[in-house]
């Protein structure tokens, strides 16, 4: 059964940069479509961005810009590149994958979360 492992969080300071990753222990019809959710202490998980198996991302209003998603299938890697950040941006990022978009928002394959905290 295929699991996610997200690293890369941290602490910095507001205007730095951060990279994320999550490692899946396999691609499979499951992980065709991969994306970052993010969530505060007494709010919804909320989505950053997402992508399929052929690199076409989208994104939220909020990260566009400063945000970029994109996958190693090699690697069965999927990155968050994060610059730019600010305060707003901290929160708890989770990594999903799911076999279509509509799903991956209520999908049961999440990685283990990683802490991003942006300073002012």
């Known amino acids: 059964q295929e699991h996610l492992v997200e690293s890369g969080g941290g602490s910095v300071q507001s205007g730095g940069s951060l990279v994320l990753s999550c490692v899946a222990s396999?691609?499979?019809?499951?992980?065709?479509?991969m994306g970052w959710f993010r969530q505060t202490p007494g709010n919804e998980r909320e989505a950053v961005a997402a992508?399929?198996?052929?690199?076409?991302?989208s994104y939220v209003d909020a990260v566009k810009g400063r945000f970029t998603i994109s996958r190693d299938n090699a690697k069965k890697t999927l990155y968050l590149q994060m610059n730019s950040l600010k305060p707003e941006d901290t929160a708890m990022y989770y990594c999903?994958?799911?076999?279509?978009?509509?799903?991956?928002?209520?999908?049961?394959?999440w990685g283990q979360g990683t802490q991003v905290t942006v300073s002012s």
């Open positions: 999903a994958a799911a076999p279509t978009l509509r799903q991956l928002p209520s999908t049961s394959l």
């Open positions: 992508i399929d198996g052929d690199g076409r991302a």
């Open positions: 396999e691609f499979t019809y499951r992980t065709a479509y």
